[in-house]
């Protein structure tokens, strides 16, 4: 059984770009998506800042989630070239997470129930999986499904067992990614968590790593990847953005919110999924970090880094996306994992806009308000969730990546399409 699992396919809406190109190119130059946030029932206008994706229309269920999550898919997909005709779609597998079913039609529904006993369309759109499967079937893919919602690691921890699922033999292609909206309970209480980042200036209001930082902001977004056995993709000449070496699992249970001062959970992580992807620490040139902006977030993650690298840490590119998309909760994972296989094809580590004063605490390279080229072998991206959810994957650049490999020799080929037709 081939053990090796590649990125074929990248799609990606966000509030800079709607598409894969347009949110890389955004990224590179550290434009901005920021705005005050207007229009959200109970909550006055320009309270809260967000990164929102603009032009997206609801669908019969009042939700935003599907539409960008099914746009992200169809990119990720078309970018692929896989042709879903030719494929036994048995053997393509759908691991996706979101924060839950339409929150907005559950909402309204609920205002004006009558007392009627109908249970669908309920009980479909109350489901977490909701929306993911809804995506799946109308791309009609039907192998497994694996749905999980784990805040910010969801993204991470989906694309985890959607390779996992590739290695086991389930399946020998995987979509996998996430996908976010915004919503007045969820802004209301993070909000109340006082963990937002507030300003005169919504361009600067979130400064990961920065010593005036002061919180994150939230952002809207989704992405899918489409994973795929190493032999499928050579066997049909597809093109390839990395490998994925291996991906670790922790948590840390200090607190529902709160993080281990010591961030010996992190440092766990890290020595764990450079172990599981046989890498040694100077291997890594570029990490992407969770890097929400809060005051102590930052620190922790800069501790554990450091921890687990050693004086490899100290020629680390470490940057973070977040203050420019937002915090895309659910879809972050999913977002900055793609964004990382981006850097690795095109050599180059994205800037962490707004980070004027560094934090001494934060003492790494977080390539502070421009990007900067460098040849990139291996990256690794962090995802530190609320709940004490942590994840990371590692990401080896593949050689030639965005040229399509050579179609596998004709038996070699055959070969792989029995595995994907069995």
């Known amino acids: 059984m081939d053990d090796r699992v590649v990125i074929t396919g990248i799609g990606m809406v966000t509030a800079v770009g709607r598409d894969r190109e347009s949110t890389w190119n955004a ?14 029932p109970g909550i006055p206008d320009g ?26 898919a169809r990119e990720a997909l078309d970018d692929s070239r896989l042709d879903l005709k030719r494929v036994d779609r048995s053997r393509i597998a759908h691991s996706y997470g979101t924060c839950g079913g339409p929150t907005p039609w559950m909402a309204e529904e609920y205002a004006r129930r009558d007392g009627t006993t109908q249970i669908k369309p309920w009980w479909e759109n109350l489901l977490y999986s909701a929306v993911p499967t809804r995506v799946a079937n109308r791309l009609g893919i039907y192998g497994p499904r694996m749905v999980n919602s784990t805040a910010c690691a969801t993204g991470s921890i989906a694309t985890i067992s959607g390779m996992r699922a590739i290695l086991d033999g389930q399946c020998d292609i995987a979509f996998v ?55 499928s993709a050579r066997a049909r000449g597809a093109s390839i953005y990395a490998e994925i070496l291996g991906g670790a699992l922790m948590s840390d249970s200090t607190h529902v919110t709160d ?35 809060t005051k ?19 020629h680390l590119c470490v940057s973070t996306i977040k203050a420019n998309l937002g915090h895309l909760v659910n879809a972050a994972g999913a977002v900055e994992l793609a964004i990382t296989a981006m850097a690795l094809r095109d050599g180059f ?24 080229r460098r040849a990139l072998e291996h990256a690794v991206k962090i995802s530190i969730a609320f709940g004490g959810h942590l994840a990371a994957v590692a990401l080896r650049r593949w050689s030639g990546a965005g040229e399509r490999c050579e179609p596998a020799p004709a038996a070699v080929a055959a070969v792989a399409a029995r595995r994907m037709a069995a």
């Open 27 to 40: 990224v590179k130059a550290g434009r901005n998506g920021v705005s005050k946030l207007c229009g959200m």
């Open 47 to 72: 309270l809260l800042l967000g990164a929102t994706v603009e032009g997206v229309g609801l669908d019969r269920y009042g939700d935003r989630n599907f539409p960008i999550a099914l746009a992200a």
């Open 177 to 231: 990614g996430s996908a976010q909206t915004l919503h007045p309970i969820l802004s209301a209480g993070f909000y109340n968590m006082r963990v937002l980042a507030n300003a005169d200036d919504p361009a600067s209001a979130c400064r990961p790593f920065d010593v005036n930082r002061t919180g994150f902001v939230m952002g809207e977004g989704a992405a899918t990847l489409v994973l795929e056995r190493l032999s």
């Open 259 to 293: 993080l281990s001062a010591d961030s010996r959970p992190l440092t766990h992580l890290l020595a764990r999924t450079l172990r599981k992807s046989n890498l040694v620490p100077s291997d890594v040139a570029y990490i992407n970090a969770h890097g929400t902006g």
């Open 296 to 314: 102590q977030n930052d620190a922790m993650e800069t501790r554990g880094i450091r921890a687990a690298f050693g004086s490899a840490a100290n």
């Open 349 to 372: 580590a994205p800037p962490t806009v707004n980070l004027t004063h560094p934090d001494p605490d934060c003492d790494l390279d977080c390539v502070p308000l421009v990007g900067r």
